[in-house]
C-alpha cells in the first residue's frame, strides 16, 4: 500500500516551511528521506464551517505552532499500517509554566496525530471519533522548541481502531505518550448531530 492520497492529499513542503525546519539539524535528514510523503492535516485547514478551529485558527499563530509538517511513511511487511511523522516549532503562547508546553496542549496534539493516522486506516465514506485519550507526561516539553511527533495504528477491531503516539526531542528522547481508543462512524456531515 502507498500513501493514502484519497485521504490526504500529497502536498510539497512549503519553501518557508523546510528553511524553518532546516535551522534545526536534526530536521534535515528527515525532510529530505524520500520514502516519507509530505501532507497537509486537514484539521489543520480552515472549514467553511466551525470544524478544527483549534488546530486551524487557534494552534496556527506565530506564537502558538507557527509550523508544522506532516509526513506518511507507508506500511511495511512489519508493520501493517502507516505511520505519521510531525514536525512541529512550538511558540511559548502553548505554555503551561514558564518556557514549557501546557499538558493539555500535548494531549490535543497527541490526538490530533494519532486521529490523523487513524483517518488513513477507515474507508473515505467513514469518520473516526476519539473514545479515549490516555496521556503518560514522562518529561517537561520545553518552549520555544522543536520536536517530533510520531503516531501509528497498533490493530483494528471491527469499527474499533487501536493507536498510539509520542512526542520526541531531536535526541529521540520521548517526552510523552499516548494510546488512544478511535471509533469509526459514517461519514459526518456538516451541522449533523454527534
Given at each position: 500500500?502507498?500513501?493514502?492520497?484519497?485521504l490526504?492529499p500529497?502536498?510539497?513542503?512549503?519553501?518557508?516551511?523546510?528553511d524553518h525546519?532546516?535551522?534545526t539539524?536534526w530536521c534535515?535528514?528527515i525532510?529530505?528521506?524520500?520514502?516519507?510523503?509530505p501532507?497537509s492535516?486537514?484539521?489543520r485547514?480552515?472549514k467553511?464551517?466551525?470544524?478544527?478551529t483549534f488546530?486551524a485558527?487557534t494552534?496556527?499563530?506565530?506564537?502558538?505552532v507557527p509550523?508544522?509538517?506532516?509526513?506518511?511513511?507507508?506500511?511495511t511487511?512489519?508493520?501493517p499500517?502507516g505511520e505519521?511523522?510531525?514536525?512541529?516549532?512550538?511558540?511559548?503562547?502553548?505554555?503551561g509554566h514558564?518556557?514549557?508546553?501546557?499538558?493539555?496542549?500535548?494531549?490535543a496534539?497527541?490526538d490530533?496525530?494519532i486521529g490523523c493516522?487513524?483517518?488513513?486506516?477507515?474507508?473515505?465514506?467513514?469518520?473516526?471519533l476519539?473514545?479515549?485519550l490516555?496521556?503518560?507526561?514522562?518529561?517537561p516539553?520545553?518552549?520555544p522548541g522543536?520536536?517530533?511527533?510520531r503516531?501509528w495504528v497498533?490493530?483494528?477491531?471491527g469499527?474499533k481502531?487501536f493507536?498510539k503516539g509520542?512526542i520526541e526531542?531531536?535526541?529521540?528522547v520521548?517526552?510523552?505518550?499516548?494510546?488512544?481508543l478511535?471509533?469509526?462512524?459514517?461519514?459526518?456531515?456538516p451541522?449533523a448531530k454527534?
Open positions: 500500500m502507498s500513501f493514502p492520497e484519497d490526504f500529497f502536498t510539497p513542503i512549503p519553501e518557508e516551511t523546510v525546519f532546516s535551522l539539524s534535515k535528514p525532510l529530505n528521506d524520500s520514502s516519507l510523503y501532507f492535516f486537514d484539521s485547514t480552515l467553511e464551517d466551525t470544524g478544527d488546530t485558527i494552534l496556527q499563530s506565530l506564537d502558538t509550523y508544522y509538517q506532516a509526513l506518511y511513511s507507508p506500511p511487511s512489519s508493520r499500517f505519521v511523522l510531525c514536525l512541529m516549532s512550538l511558540g511559548t503562547h502553548v505554555n514558564v518556557d514549557t508546553a501546557h499538558g493539555g496542549f500535548i494531549a496534539m497527541l490530533d496525530m493516522v487513524a483517518e488513513s486506516s477507515r474507508a473515505k465514506a467513514e469518520n473516526t476519539t473514545a479515549y490516555n496521556v503518560t507526561y514522562k518529561k516539553i520545553g518552549t522543536v520536536v517530533l511527533g503516531s497498533e490493530r483494528r477491531e469499527r481502531l493507536g509520542t526531542n531531536g535526541e529521540g520521548v517526552l510523552a505518550s499516548g494510546d488512544a478511535f471509533i469509526i462512524v459514517d461519514k459526518i456531515k451541522g454527534l
